[in-house]
């Protein structure tokens, strides 16, 4: 069975510092990971996933990603937050190993408050 | 490119009432999923179709639900006798087979009363 895990119900930024979405995952098999966005009454818009090779993966509108085997987290990131990040972001997992058709498992999603 | 297609937005029936969504997908994409997202809570896993033919559900999907894909373009989810535990936003997604993305519709806001 696969399952993600967000920690935080909300982070709140201040404008211009330093954004983190923390992440983490258990899958029986090897792990497709996804970071996707979500504003008011809109559906998800996909941001940046994480399949092989470099563990940090940059994505849409300054995001990037680190994935960490050994912690099995996939922390989502941004070096200067504005306001318009604010937002429900949601992480999400498919276990390559024993699901073909690409069901995806999502966290509870963290709401991202970023302050003028 | 028109993106993933879903209607209505909002859907406020009486408990009891049957409904029907509809999904387009994105043109070309085989791959169609349903997810149900419930305030709080990340979308969960409702169905899969690969073309028309269904792969996949969920046992959150009760007796009440039917999905349908009939040519492998556009879908319907069909909530029968509806009560107010299924009032949730329906998403629907798809994709090309081997690639990872799914592109997710704006969805259906379903209130039940």
């Known amino acids: 069975a696969q399952s993600v895990a967000q920690p935080e119900d909300q982070v709140n930024v201040a404008e211009g510092n330093p954004l983190t979405v923390k992440c983490t995952y258990s899958v029986s098999g090897n792990p497709y990971l996804f970071w996707y966005v979500q504003y008011p009454n809109r559906g998800l818009q996909f941001l940046l996933k994480y399949i092989t090779g470099d563990n940090l993966v940059k994505g849409s509108y300054g995001f990037e990603a680190e994935f960490n085997k050994s912690q099995t987290s996939f922390h989502l990131k941004k070096p200067s937050a504005l306001v318009s990040d604010s937002a429900l972001y949601f992480c999400a997992v498919r276990d390559m190993t024993t699901d073909s058709w690409g069901k995806l498992q999502f966290g509870a999603g963290t709401q991202v408050v970023v302050t003028p | 490119d028109t993106g993933v297609s879903q209607n209505p937005r909002h859907k406020i029936t009486k408990r009891g009432q049957n409904v029907t969504f509809r999904c387009d997908p994105i043109?070309?994409?085989?791959?169609l999923y349903w997810y149900r997202q419930t305030l709080g809570q990340g979308p969960e896993f409702l169905t899969y179709?690969?073309?028309?033919?269904?792969?996949?559900k969920s046992r959150l999907l009760s007796d009440r639900f039917s999905a349908e894909r009939p040519k492998g373009s556009f879908s319907t989810l069909e909530i029968q006798r509806t009560e107010q535990g299924d009032s949730a936003m329906y998403l629907c997604a798809s994709s090309r087979q081997g690639a990872d993305i799914q592109y997710f519709g704006a969805g259906t806001r379903l209130s039940v009363l």
């Open positions: 043109s070309e994409h085989n791959r």
């Open positions: 179709f690969q073309n028309e033919a269904q792969l996949e």
